[in-house]
Antibody, heavy 118, light 107 residues
Framework: QVQLQESGPGLVKPSETLSLTCNVSGDSLNYFWSWFRQPPGKELEWIGYVYYTGTTNYNPSLDNRITVSQDTSKKQFSLKLHSVTAADTAVYYC?????????????WGQGMLVTVSS | DIQMTQSPSSLSASVGDRVTITCRSSQNINTFLNWYQQKPGKAPKLLIYVASNLQSGVPSHFSGSGSGTDFTLTISSLQPEDFATYFCQQSYSTPFTFGGGTKVDIK
Protein backbone atom coordinates (compact mmCIF):
# COMPACT_ATOMS: atom_id res chain seq x y z
CA GLN A 1 0.00 0.00 0.00
CA VAL A 2 1.43 3.36 -1.02
CA GLN A 3 1.20 6.21 1.47
CA LEU A 4 2.08 9.86 0.98
CA GLN A 5 2.78 12.53 3.59
CA GLU A 6 3.28 16.24 3.01
CA SER A 7 5.56 18.29 5.22
CA GLY A 8 6.74 21.88 5.40
CA PRO A 9 5.88 25.24 6.95
CA GLY A 10 2.22 26.00 7.46
CA LEU A 11 2.79 29.76 7.34
CA VAL A 12 4.66 31.66 4.65
CA LYS A 13 5.15 35.40 4.33
CA PRO A 14 4.06 37.25 1.18
CA SER A 15 6.76 37.42 -1.54
CA GLU A 16 8.62 34.46 -0.03
CA THR A 17 8.87 30.86 -1.31
CA LEU A 18 6.50 28.12 -0.26
CA SER A 19 8.39 24.83 0.07
CA LEU A 20 6.74 21.45 0.63
CA THR A 21 8.02 17.89 0.55
CA CYS A 22 6.08 14.70 -0.05
CA ASN A 23 7.43 11.47 1.37
CA VAL A 24 6.32 8.27 -0.33
CA SER A 25 6.24 4.90 1.39
CA GLY A 26 5.28 1.51 0.04
CA ASP A 27 6.00 -0.15 -3.24
CA SER A 28 4.27 0.82 -6.44
CA LEU A 29 5.22 1.73 -9.96
CA ASN A 30 4.65 5.46 -9.81
CA TYR A 31 4.71 7.49 -12.98
CA PHE A 32 3.41 10.99 -12.28
CA TRP A 33 4.35 12.63 -8.99
CA SER A 34 2.07 15.63 -8.74
CA TRP A 35 0.98 18.55 -6.60
CA PHE A 36 -2.54 19.95 -6.30
CA ARG A 37 -4.07 22.64 -4.17
CA GLN A 38 -7.52 23.62 -2.98
CA PRO A 39 -8.24 27.11 -1.65
CA PRO A 40 -10.78 27.09 1.19
CA GLY A 41 -14.23 26.29 -0.18
CA LYS A 42 -13.02 26.13 -3.78
CA GLU A 43 -12.29 23.48 -6.36
CA LEU A 44 -9.10 21.56 -6.85
CA GLU A 45 -6.32 22.99 -8.99
CA TRP A 46 -3.48 21.01 -10.54
CA ILE A 47 -0.10 22.66 -9.91
CA GLY A 48 2.36 20.44 -11.75
CA TYR A 49 4.05 17.07 -11.89
CA VAL A 50 7.42 15.42 -12.25
CA TYR A 51 7.39 12.25 -14.34
CA TYR A 52 9.47 9.36 -13.03
CA THR A 53 12.09 10.11 -15.70
CA GLY A 54 12.51 13.64 -14.31
CA THR A 55 10.47 15.48 -16.93
CA THR A 56 8.31 18.22 -15.46
CA ASN A 57 5.05 19.83 -16.53
CA TYR A 58 3.54 22.86 -14.81
CA ASN A 59 0.24 24.72 -14.83
CA PRO A 60 0.77 27.90 -16.89
CA SER A 61 -1.72 29.75 -14.65
CA LEU A 62 0.93 29.84 -11.94
CA ASP A 63 3.06 32.21 -13.98
CA ASN A 64 6.29 30.21 -14.01
CA ARG A 65 6.58 30.40 -10.21
CA ILE A 66 6.73 26.64 -9.76
CA THR A 67 9.50 24.12 -9.34
CA VAL A 68 8.70 20.44 -8.79
CA SER A 69 11.58 18.04 -8.28
CA GLN A 70 12.07 14.48 -7.14
CA ASP A 71 14.60 12.43 -5.23
CA THR A 72 13.78 8.87 -6.14
CA SER A 73 16.51 7.47 -3.89
CA LYS A 74 14.77 9.05 -0.93
CA LYS A 75 11.31 8.36 -2.36
CA GLN A 76 10.28 11.96 -2.02
CA PHE A 77 9.37 14.90 -4.22
CA SER A 78 9.13 18.59 -3.57
CA LEU A 79 7.24 21.73 -4.52
CA LYS A 80 8.57 25.26 -4.52
CA LEU A 81 6.17 28.10 -5.25
CA HIS A 82 7.93 31.43 -5.48
CA SER A 83 6.72 34.96 -4.78
CA VAL A 84 3.59 33.87 -2.93
CA THR A 85 0.59 36.09 -2.20
CA ALA A 86 -2.54 35.63 -0.10
CA ALA A 87 -4.15 34.02 -3.15
CA ASP A 88 -1.79 31.06 -2.70
CA THR A 89 -3.36 30.18 0.65
CA ALA A 90 -4.75 26.67 0.21
CA VAL A 91 -4.60 23.06 1.26
CA TYR A 92 -1.77 21.53 -0.74
CA TYR A 93 -1.90 17.85 -1.70
CA CYS A 94 0.72 15.60 -3.17
CA UNK A 95 -0.55 12.73 -5.28
CA UNK A 96 0.78 9.94 -7.46
CA UNK A 97 -0.47 8.24 -10.60
CA UNK A 98 0.41 4.58 -11.02
CA UNK A 99 -0.82 4.77 -14.61
CA UNK A 100 1.46 5.99 -17.36
CA UNK A 101 -1.40 6.35 -19.83
CA UNK A 102 -4.47 7.27 -17.81
CA UNK A 103 -2.83 9.93 -15.63
CA UNK A 104 -5.42 9.50 -12.91
CA UNK A 105 -4.30 9.99 -9.32
CA UNK A 106 -4.84 6.94 -7.17
CA UNK A 107 -2.71 7.83 -4.16
CA TRP A 108 -2.99 11.09 -2.23
CA GLY A 109 -1.43 12.66 0.82
CA GLN A 110 -3.69 13.90 3.57
CA GLY A 111 -3.16 17.51 2.58
CA MET A 112 -1.48 20.42 4.31
CA LEU A 113 -2.91 23.88 4.88
CA VAL A 114 -0.46 26.60 3.94
CA THR A 115 -1.39 30.14 4.86
CA VAL A 116 0.29 33.14 3.27
CA SER A 117 0.30 36.01 5.71
CA SER A 118 2.69 38.50 7.23
CA ASP B 1 -7.37 24.93 -21.05
CA ILE B 2 -10.17 22.36 -21.12
CA GLN B 3 -13.13 23.54 -19.05
CA MET B 4 -15.05 20.96 -17.04
CA THR B 5 -18.65 21.71 -16.13
CA GLN B 6 -20.42 19.59 -13.54
CA SER B 7 -24.09 19.50 -12.75
CA PRO B 8 -25.82 19.81 -10.47
CA SER B 9 -23.59 21.73 -8.07
CA SER B 10 -25.49 20.20 -5.18
CA LEU B 11 -28.28 17.75 -4.58
CA SER B 12 -30.23 16.30 -1.69
CA ALA B 13 -31.04 12.61 -1.69
CA SER B 14 -32.08 9.80 0.59
CA VAL B 15 -30.38 6.52 1.39
CA GLY B 16 -31.29 4.08 -1.34
CA ASP B 17 -31.81 6.72 -4.02
CA ARG B 18 -30.24 6.51 -7.44
CA VAL B 19 -28.04 9.55 -8.04
CA THR B 20 -26.64 10.78 -11.33
CA ILE B 21 -23.98 13.46 -11.70
CA THR B 22 -22.90 14.77 -15.07
CA CYS B 23 -19.67 16.29 -16.29
CA ARG B 24 -19.18 18.00 -19.61
CA SER B 25 -15.85 18.98 -21.14
CA SER B 26 -15.30 21.96 -23.42
CA GLN B 27 -13.65 19.73 -26.02
CA ASN B 28 -13.36 16.06 -26.89
CA ILE B 29 -11.35 14.23 -24.22
CA ASN B 30 -12.00 10.69 -25.45
CA THR B 31 -12.40 8.71 -22.21
CA PHE B 32 -9.73 10.55 -20.20
CA LEU B 33 -12.15 11.38 -17.42
CA ASN B 34 -11.80 10.46 -13.76
CA TRP B 35 -14.13 10.79 -10.78
CA TYR B 36 -13.15 11.50 -7.19
CA GLN B 37 -15.01 11.60 -3.90
CA GLN B 38 -14.00 14.06 -1.22
CA LYS B 39 -15.22 14.27 2.35
CA PRO B 40 -14.67 17.35 4.54
CA GLY B 41 -11.09 17.70 5.67
CA LYS B 42 -9.98 14.69 3.65
CA ALA B 43 -8.02 14.12 0.47
CA PRO B 44 -9.83 13.20 -2.74
CA LYS B 45 -10.37 9.49 -3.29
CA LEU B 46 -10.30 8.03 -6.79
CA LEU B 47 -13.57 6.25 -7.64
CA ILE B 48 -13.61 5.82 -11.40
CA TYR B 49 -10.78 6.14 -13.90
CA VAL B 50 -10.79 6.43 -17.67
CA ALA B 51 -14.53 7.10 -17.66
CA SER B 52 -15.85 3.70 -16.65
CA ASN B 53 -13.24 1.71 -14.70
CA LEU B 54 -13.98 1.09 -11.04
CA GLN B 55 -10.95 1.71 -8.84
CA SER B 56 -9.93 -1.23 -6.70
CA GLY B 57 -11.78 -1.29 -3.39
CA VAL B 58 -14.57 1.05 -4.51
CA PRO B 59 -18.08 -0.39 -4.01
CA SER B 60 -19.84 -1.64 -7.10
CA HIS B 61 -22.83 0.70 -6.64
CA PHE B 62 -20.61 3.37 -8.21
CA SER B 63 -20.34 3.40 -11.98
CA GLY B 64 -19.19 5.74 -14.70
CA SER B 65 -19.96 6.15 -18.37
CA GLY B 66 -19.44 8.44 -21.30
CA SER B 67 -16.91 9.47 -23.89
CA GLY B 68 -16.10 12.51 -25.95
CA THR B 69 -17.52 15.46 -24.03
CA ASP B 70 -20.31 14.02 -21.87
CA PHE B 71 -19.81 11.82 -18.84
CA THR B 72 -21.90 10.47 -15.99
CA LEU B 73 -21.23 9.19 -12.51
CA THR B 74 -24.04 7.04 -11.15
CA ILE B 75 -24.58 5.89 -7.61
CA SER B 76 -27.15 3.15 -7.98
CA SER B 77 -28.25 3.03 -4.34
CA LEU B 78 -26.98 5.83 -2.13
CA GLN B 79 -25.39 4.66 1.11
CA PRO B 80 -24.85 6.73 4.27
CA GLU B 81 -21.08 6.84 3.64
CA ASP B 82 -21.63 8.28 0.14
CA PHE B 83 -22.64 11.74 1.35
CA ALA B 84 -19.70 13.78 0.10
CA THR B 85 -18.56 16.04 -2.72
CA TYR B 86 -17.76 14.52 -6.10
CA PHE B 87 -15.37 15.97 -8.68
CA CYS B 88 -14.59 15.04 -12.24
CA GLN B 89 -11.08 15.55 -13.65
CA GLN B 90 -9.87 15.41 -17.24
CA SER B 91 -6.47 13.82 -17.87
CA TYR B 92 -6.53 14.22 -21.64
CA SER B 93 -4.16 17.16 -21.66
CA THR B 94 -2.36 19.47 -19.32
CA PRO B 95 -3.19 21.54 -17.45
CA PHE B 96 -5.35 18.87 -15.82
CA THR B 97 -8.63 20.47 -14.82
CA PHE B 98 -11.46 19.65 -12.47
CA GLY B 99 -15.16 20.23 -12.42
CA GLY B 100 -16.61 22.52 -9.80
CA GLY B 101 -17.89 19.64 -7.72
CA THR B 102 -21.27 18.20 -6.75
CA LYS B 103 -22.14 18.13 -3.09
CA VAL B 104 -24.44 15.27 -2.18
CA ASP B 105 -26.20 15.73 1.14
CA ILE B 106 -28.97 14.11 3.07
CA LYS B 107 -32.55 15.01 2.20
Amino acid sequence: QVQLQESGPGLVKPSETLSLTCNVSGDSLNYFWSWFRQPPGKELEWIGYVYYTGTTNYNPSLDNRITVSQDTSKKQFSLKLHSVTAADTAVYYCAISSSAAGRYFDYWGQGMLVTVSS
Amino acid sequence: DIQMTQSPSSLSASVGDRVTITCRSSQNINTFLNWYQQKPGKAPKLLIYVASNLQSGVPSHFSGSGSGTDFTLTISSLQPEDFATYFCQQSYSTPFTFGGGTKVDIK
